[in-house]
């Protein structure tokens, strides 16, 4: 897993986890069981001996569960179950004491001087929604929904989890009165944001959707579906598209009749 932020000096942070397995194997958990798990990467050039650190599920308690002391190699890997079951063997599977829920939750790393170094989200909280099967991973700064997670392992970008296309109650034309067009989204929960000048929305610019948009001149209307821990459709979807040709189709029917009168 590839993450940058929320690594600290040491190099290590949360890189991914998953907060509701129920078929995704995980290396080092037993045949047939699919506990939820989270992974620490060491994106340092030098080992850390975990002895002293610690994950929680609480901000008020940062030392929480505590590592015992192995050795992770830099660009290394570890696994940690959260099964509530509190396991700390060195040479055996580690469990945390605590579970994280999949309807968001708040998981921290913390140093042996009780400093949190890394967190989901970064900005403290609780992160959004989890998912079956799906990981919730720090990729570029960014964290988002892989549909393929990869415990243990490099992220593939391409297994992000995107918001669905928007779509428009009206096909892009000329219409020869003002309408109304509604915008919408299969992806439950996403914000719609929407421009009338031609002009790409993002995640803080445009206006947010919420009623019909009333077009009534010529307009070119754009949009995009936002959705925390989703990847967004790259390009604006166009509506506009939606032009409505009113004041041009009416000249251009007094331009006929003085022709045919003349």
Not at 247 to 259: F, G, I
């Amino acid at each position: 897993t590839v993450a940058a932020a929320g690594v600290g000096d040491s190099g290590l942070c949360i890189s991914e986890f998953m907060a509701r397995n129920l078929t995704t194997e995980v290396p080092g958990s037993v045949d047939g069981s699919f506990e939820d798990w989270i992974e620490i990467y060491n994106a340092g050039p030098a080992s850390v001996n975990l002895d002293g650190w610690h994950l929680t599920d609480d901000p008020g308690i940062p030392f929480k569960w505590p590592f015992p002391a192995v050795d992770l190699a830099a660009d290394g890997y570890l696994i940690v179950f959260a099964s509530g079951e509190g396991l700390t063997r060195p040479n055996s599977d580690l469990h945390t004491n605590f579970r994280i829920s999949s309807s968001g939750d708040y998981l921290a790393l913390t140093d042996p001087q009780s400093k949190t170094v890394s967190t989901f989200p970064a900005s403290g909280g609780t992160f959004p929604e989890q998912f079956a099967d799906v990981s919730y991973a720090l990729v570029d700064t960014q964290p988002r929904h892989l549909k393929t997670p990869t415990p243990g392992a490099a992220n593939n970008v391409a297994e992000f989890v995107w918001v669905k296309d928007t779509q428009f109650s009206v096909r892009r034309g000329i219409y020869t009165a003002p309408f109304a067009v509604e915008i919408s989204t299969a992806t439950e929960g996403a914000e719609i944001r929407y421009t009338l000048d031609s002009s790409p929305p993002t995640e803080s610019t445009g206006e947010v959707y919420a009623e019909p948009i009333t077009i009534n001149s010529t307009t070119v209307l754009k949009a995009r579906a936002f959705k925390v821990g989703f990847e967004p459709i790259t390009k604006a979807r166009v509506g506009g598209g939606c032009r409505c040709a009113l004041l041009r189709l009416r000249l251009l029917l007094r331009l006929l009749l003085r022709l045919l009168l003349h």
